[in-house]
């Protein structure tokens, strides 16, 4: 028998007012894989994250999570389904605490006896977060802020993580921390999906990858494929 896709696109159609941003998108992500998303600035990335939780819901088009299509059920209800999001630009709450950022991610939650297991792994995963637990969330550089993102949507136990440019505004070593850990997260389990503009890092990171222009998917094949394609290399990557 055929395995589901955890997460399924079938030609996703995707407005905001009279303004197209996506075209006739089909993507999919299989259980246990890291699947990137990369294209340049304005290209519809982040369009396509948001329409996953109907913020815009798809003019045309269907969304599949576990084989239940949520195409146009509220936000809310998408969250507790197994998915979670690290936006981008991080959106921590810097006047909380590090543990009370954490334990936001429950909101969601019905079941929360699973909160301080998972809370151990995610320090266990980012010790750096266990270090600085009762600080003020934005006195955190800028590295340990993204790590509690991602710590944050790790503590609703999701099936699917979804992460939207993770390596925007950090430093190059930074960023190659955050990718190892990321990897470390799948090989405990979860499926995840990343937007990314930084090609390079997501593509060596990714099982599959696609490549998303003005709106379309143009290429898709694995995280090394397209890491040597000539058109991708000129594009994203800066070879000549």
Do not use: W
């Not at 159609?13 to 075209?23: D, E, I, N, Q, R």
């Amino acid at each position: 028998m055929k395995p589901t896709p955890i997460l399924e696109l079938k030609d996703v159609s995707v407005a905001y007012g009279p303004t197209k941003v996506l075209h006739a998108v089909n993507l999919h992500v299989m259980p246990g894989e890291i699947v990137t998303l990369i294209g340049s600035n304005g290209a519809g990335k982040t369009t396509l994250l948001k329409s996953l939780y109907s913020a815009p819901a798809p003019y045309s088009g269907s969304i599949f999570l576990n084989d239940f299509d949520i195409t146009s059920i509220p936000t809310h209800e998408v969250s507790k389904r197994g998915m979670s999001l690290v936006p981008e630009g991080r959106r921590i709450f810097p006047a909380m605490s590090v543990v009370e950022n954490l334990a936001m991610g429950l909101v969601a939650c019905a079941d929360k006896s699973h909160e301080q297991a998972t809370l151990k792994k995610i320090y266990e995963l980012f010790p750096r977060l266990y270090e600085r637990r009762e600080q003020r969330a934005g006195t955190l550089s800028g590295g340990e802020q993204q790590m509690l993102a991602i710590g944050r949507s790790m503590m609703a136990k999701p099936r699917l993580l979804l992460l939207d440019e993770p390596s925007l505004g950090l430093a190059p070593l930074i960023v190659k921390a955050i990718f190892t850990t990321l990897k470390q997260i799948a090989a405990d389990g979860t499926t995840i999906f990343i937007v990314e503009q930084n090609a390079n890092q997501a593509l060596k990171l990714a099982d599959r990858a696609y490549v998303l222009a003005n709106g379309v998917i143009t290429l898709t094949g694995s995280g090394a494929e397209l890491l040597s394609h000539d058109e991708v290399r000129k594009a994203y990557l800066g070879a000549h």
